[in-house]
Nanobody
Framework: QVQLVESGGGSVQAGGSLRLSCAGS????????MAWFRQAPGEEREGVGG????????FYAASVKGRFTISRDNAKNTLYLHMSSLKAEDTAMYYC??????????????????WGQGTQVTVSS
């Protein structure tokens, strides 16, 4: 069956960096556009950014643009999120998602087909 497994979360001080990974299995990874979302306690899930199937196109939410970078390695069936200059407001559970044919700028959770279980990122100020 389809599985997306995130890893790399943890606790970091403000200004620091983290790299999240998302390993996909059970489907043709390279056929799906991928995205990262996050959800803080008591808040709705929000899109962080997305990447096209080949990795040539990316989209970022305004709140992370210039600080976060999304990439993918289709040979390894893995999606990455490199986060730098982290702020306390980046604290959230981070989820990866896969979508077939979805517009990567559409950061609406219902548009995406498959989801991981999430990895926690905590940024202390």
């Amino acid at each position: 069956q389809v599985q997306l497994v995130e890893s790399g979360g943890g606790s970091v001080q403000a200004g620091g960096s983290l790299r999240l990974s998302c390993a996909g299995s059970g489907y043709r990874f390279s056929d799906y556009r991928m995205a990262w979302f996050r959800q803080a306690p008591g808040e709705e899930r929000e899109g962080v950014g997305g990447i096209s199937t080949g990795g040539a196109s990316t989209f970022y939410a305004a709140s992370v643009k210039g600080r976060f970078t999304i990439s993918r390695d289709n040979a390894k069936n893995t999606l990455y999120l490199h986060m730098s200059s982290l702020k306390a407001e980046d604290t959230a559970m981070y989820y990866c998602a896969a979508g077939r044919g979805v517009n990567i700028a559409f950061m609406t959770p219902s548009e995406w087909n498959y989801w991981g279980q999430g990895t926690q990122v905590t940024v202390s100020s």
